[in-house]
């Protein structure tokens, strides 16, 4: 029992005094950084889709008539 409490004293005094925290502005920063790549990437991902739906739907006119 004694192993799980030094484990426990030790982890909270590393998360309250060794850790560097980001402020408030960083993570908003961060959060809009993760906004617009995500923006980017649905549309990167939704030009391939409309790609090959029509690449698709024109070989089969090609194939069948």
Known sequence: ME???TYFQEAYE??????TWPTWSELQDSAVVVLITSL???????????TFKEGTQQLYKLIIG
């Open 3 to 5: 192993k799980i409490t």
């Open 40 to 50: 980017i990437i649905s549309l990167i991902v939704l030009g391939i889709d409309i």
């Open 14 to 19: 590393e998360l309250m005094h060794k850790v």
